[in-house]
């Protein structure tokens, strides 16, 4: 069964075709980082009408290169939310329209979902039952990930996501927009133990997380020194070790607390080098393994959403012709919604 998948949650416009038996077919992405750089940050009015003008193009694409013809796609999945409204909204136009004039079924896609399932896209994916941190720019979750679909919410970030933060972090840097691997490259200069930041929520139980004592202990590092480059690259090193160090104790306690011994991340943020080899060492101690996806599909991509929306239609889910988005959609609301009203 080939899937055509839509990603259009935020500001990338990803597209990709996966086979249910062969994998995954074509990708590929186009990128509004340019557009927003100028503001310092995501516009969305700009961001929905880029989609609108690049998702046919790349839908077309990808049809081409992968020598697929229209008449072979058996469904469209698409992101459903949480994202930006309009956004989303033409993703999920584009999706039903197709949809309806090609007689094939459209699922809507939950883009949490879609980051924790693309390890599943790699060589050796990770089986169920296990637990998953999930890092991106609006989100940080602990997920148990009992089956396909049958998430419980372990812990959330209480404030700034972890990609946000690392984004706010590098604005005080004076690093363009997305900060987070601008940040991690500045990092590689750093001197590490000039700085000895807080790991926020450790200290006590439980499984939430907290990012903004740590944007401000960032700004206040800073005003301290010179501003000189290497006291920026410093002040990135001890910003990006303590939040790696903060994402494994958590992960350590959540894989304790479940008896789980398998750890995915993934989301945007577990592109960052350091803060992957920091989990490799917490779940080697554990005697745990740890899967990521391979680093493009860490960031919104069109492939994870094809993934998802496939096992979902192979589990027969069905939604109506109305074209509906979730901008707030939490991820442990998914289970009960096996046949949802989208
Ligand atoms: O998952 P994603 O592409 O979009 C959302 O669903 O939000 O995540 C984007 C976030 C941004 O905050 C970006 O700065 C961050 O992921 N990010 C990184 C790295 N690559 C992307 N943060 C730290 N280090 C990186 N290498
Ligand atoms: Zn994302």
């Known amino acids: 069964m080939y899937i055509l998948g839509i990603e259009t949650s935020c500001d990338e416009t990803g597209v990709a075709i996966y086979h249910s038996e062969k994998g995954l077919i074509h990708h590929c992405l186009y990128s509004q980082i340019a557009m927003h750089n100028e503001y310092g940050g995501i516009v969305p009015e700009l961001a929905s009408r880029d989609h609108i003008r690049k998702l046919i193009p790349l839908i077309n694409e990808s049809l081409q290169q992968s020598q697929i013809l229209k008449s072979d796609i058996q469904g469209i999945a698409y992101t459903a939310g949480p994202g930006l409204v309009g956004a989303l909204l033409v993703g999920a136009a584009t999706a039903k329209s197709l949809a309806w004039s090609w007689g094939i079924p459209a699922i809507g896609v939950h883009h949490m979902e879609g980051h924790l399932l ?75 133990n000039r700085f000895k930041f807080p790991r926020p929520m450790t200290n006590r139980p439980g499984l939430d997380f907290s990012f903004s004592g740590l944007k401000t202990f960032t700004m206040n590092t800073l005003n301290n020194t010179d501003k000189t480059q290497q006291d920026k690259a410093d002040v990135a090193l001890a910003f990006q070790q303590a939040t790696a160090e903060t994402l494994a104790i958590k992960c350590k306690r959540a894989l304790r607390q479940t008896g789980l011994k398998r750890l995915v991340v993934a989301g945007g943020v577990s592109a960052n080098t350091q803060i992957r080899q920091t989990l490799l060492e917490m779940v080697r101690k554990e005697r745990a393994e740890i899967f990521f996806p391979r680093p493009e599909f860490c960031t919104d991509n069109g492939a994870m959403t094809a993934y998802a929306g496939c096992q979902r239609l192979l589990a027969r889910q069905q939604e109506s012709l109305s074209i509906n988005t979730r901008p707030r959609w939490p991820i442990d609301e998914l289970y009960t919604q096996r046949k949802p009203s989208l």
């Open 118 to 192: 693309a390890p599943m896209l790699e060589d050796n994916p990770p089986e169920f039952p296990f637990v998953a941190l999930l890092i991106s720019g609006g989100h940080t979750l602990l997920v148990e990930v009992k089956s396909l679909g049958h998430y419980q919410l372990l812990g959330e970030s209480l404030d700034d996501a972890a990609g946000e933060a690392f984004d706010k972090a590098a604005k005080m840097l004076g690093l363009a927009y997305p900060g987070g691997p601008l940040l991690a490259k500045l990092a590689e200069q750093g001197q590490s």
